[in-house]
């Protein structure tokens, strides 16, 4: 875990005088020994907390939020910071055409999750692993198995060749905590966006029922363990110019707090 903390001098982003973007009620400030996180880990401080000095490196930020929450579009609006997202539903589809992940599909899941042309059908393999039977589990975690070290080694290789130059590095990960990905990241902000907003979203936008919706939610981690692991939430109910407001004003907090 590379989780990091502001330096003392710093002003916690939390305190600002902001109030659209709020820090976590869990978390209500960064005193080390009221950590929450801290608390929570159980390791002794020098083993969690690197020297911010003595190993400056680009922040990894990353984004949580129900499905379809606005995770990756409130992001994508954030001007003036430069950052390299890393987009984990994307690196997926790319993995999906790759020769041993198909071989271990068709083996795993056979040729009805193939298209005539050879391509994965993404919908046809969305049916057999979202769901909450015991069998819609198992296809399940056997897609996460053939497709998740994959996944992971492509967000440490981003990670590790991301520039200097920007910022931070995003990582948007829908199932950043069930992977364990949240362990390469120095901060959690959560995009909030209440379930009936959402289904009207992906309603319009990509075609889902509520059932789609609440089908793949099932799969992840509750909304609740997702917000409590957060170190920040911006509300994305309103527009998404609001939300990006909102996020490039944790980002800046963040990122100005000087102790990395
Ligand atoms: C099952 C697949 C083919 C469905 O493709 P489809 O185009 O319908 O969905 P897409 O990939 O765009 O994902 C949309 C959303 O579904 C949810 N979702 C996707 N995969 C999973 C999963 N394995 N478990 C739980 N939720 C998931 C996420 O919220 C994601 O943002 C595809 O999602 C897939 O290959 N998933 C396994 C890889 C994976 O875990 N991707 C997410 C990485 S964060
Ligand atoms: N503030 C907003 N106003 C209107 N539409 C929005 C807003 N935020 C997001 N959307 C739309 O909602 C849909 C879901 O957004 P997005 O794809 O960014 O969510 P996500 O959290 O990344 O989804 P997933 O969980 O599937 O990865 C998209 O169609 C997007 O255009």
Do not use: Y
Request: net charge neutral; glycine share 6%; proline share 4%.
């Amino acid at each position: 875990m590379r989780r990091r903390i502001p330096s003392a001098k710093s002003t916690p982003p939390h305190r600002s005088s902001h109030s659209f973007a709020t820090a976590n009620s869990k978390r209500t400030h960064f005193d080390v020994s009221t950590s929450h996180k801290f608390f929570r880990s159980g390791f002794a401080l020098t083993d969690r907390f690197p020297n911010p000095a003595a190993s400056r490196q680009t922040p990894v930020v990353g984004i949580l939020g129900g499905v379809g929450s606005g995770k990756s579009s409130v992001i994508r609006q954030v001007t003036g910071i430069q950052f390299h997202i890393i987009d984990a539903d994307r690196t997926g589809h790319e993995l999906l055409d790759n020769p041993e992940i198909q071989t271990a599909l068709r083996s795993r899941f056979g040729d009805d999750v193939f298209k005539h042309d050879g391509a994965v059908d993404r919908s046809q393999l969305a049916k057999r692993v979202f769901g909450d039977s015991p069998e819609h589990e198992e296809s399940r975690l056997a897609l996460n198995e053939i497709i998740h070290p994959a996944i992971r080694r492509n967000i440490n290789t981003e990670i590790d060749s991301a520039s200097r130059d920007v910022d931070a590095v995003i990582l948007d990960a829908a199932l950043l905590l069930e992977g364990g990905w949240d362990a390469k990241c120095d901060w959690l902000i959560f995009v909030d966006t209440p379930l009936a907003i959402r289904q009207e979203r992906v309603r319009d936008n990509r075609g889902w029922s509520a059932e789609e919706l609440a089908k793949r939610e099932a799969s992840q981690w509750s909304i609740e363990a997702k917000k409590e692991r957060a170190d920040f939430v911006v509300d994305n109910s309103g527009s998404i110019d609001h939300a990006a407001a909102q996020m490039k004003h944790v980002l800046s907090s963040l990122l100005s707090t000087g102790s990395r």
